[in-house]
């Protein structure tokens, strides 16, 4: 069975590097909004700058300028809620494996993750999903929608059950989930995830510039 998955992920690394051989950057937006029953309505945003490869992924959240001074640096010590600001770096290897890790760039820092830590960071281990953000084994279970895209190459898939509904606009040239919308149909929550790409590629992948970081493992934040 390892041997199974593991020549499935070599294939789906050798297939994307056959079609995408280019840096794919661009950035991702994640907005949701949620009323509680005692009427307080929620709302949250962020944006993270996304370069991806055939074996890479790189996340890097994008901080307002008024949000730029306000974390605490006066501690030496990295806590696993500094990893919250950290880029985000994951990667296949030729063997099948996945490595995730953490930049703190303001302490010069990669804090690596092993798979044992996956689940307490909030990783479910799965490459496709991280790769195109929403997992195209997944998209069998929707049905094409009739909505119109003028993404060149992508098409809405759409499903709706219980009271809940899904769409999600795919890119098959890029393999990637442009925009994903889910929600319930009385409103009272609502999540969104919308991809821009940026036509320009970016001159330097940031995982090359890490090798005088120093290294820690995930495990010491936690002592």
């Not at 809620?81 to 303001?106: M, N, P, T, W, Y």
């Not at 993750?113 to 960071?121: N, S």
Request: aromatic content about 8%; proline content about 4%.
């Amino acid at each position: 069975m390892r041997r199974h998955h593991l020549l499935l992920a070599l294939l789906f690394c050798s297939s994307v590097a056959l079609a995408e051989p280019a840096p794919l950057t661009g950035t991702v937006t994640y907005e949701s909004r949620l009323i509680t029953h005692d009427g307080i309505e929620k709302r949250t945003r962020f944006s993270e700058r996304l370069v991806r490869t055939a074996t890479d992924v790189w996340t890097e959240r994008v901080i307002p300028a008024e949000a730029a001074h306000a974390h605490d640096e006066s501690h030496d010590h990295l806590h696993p809620a500094d990893l919250s600001r950290a880029a985000r770096h994951l990667s296949l290897d030729a063997d099948g494996q996945l490595h995730l890790r953490f930049v703190v760039e303001d302490q010069h820092t990669v804090v690596n993750a092993e798979p044992r830590d996956f689940a307490q960071l909030g990783f479910d281990g799965k490459w496709p999903a991280s790769w195109s953000l929403f997992d195209p084994a997944l998209l069998k279970n929707l049905q094409k929608s009739k909505r119109k895209t003028t993404e060149a190459g992508a098409i809405w898939y759409e499903t709706r059950s219980q009271g809940r509904f899904l769409r999600v606009l795919w890119s098959q040239p890029h393999q990637l989930a442009l925009e994903i919308v889910s929600g319930n149909d009385d409103g009272n929550r609502w999540n969104r995830t919308q991809v821009r790409l940026d036509p320009r590629q970016s001159a330097t992948l940031p995982w090359r510039r890490l090798t005088d970081y120093q290294q820690k493992d995930y495990v010491d934040l936690l002592d």
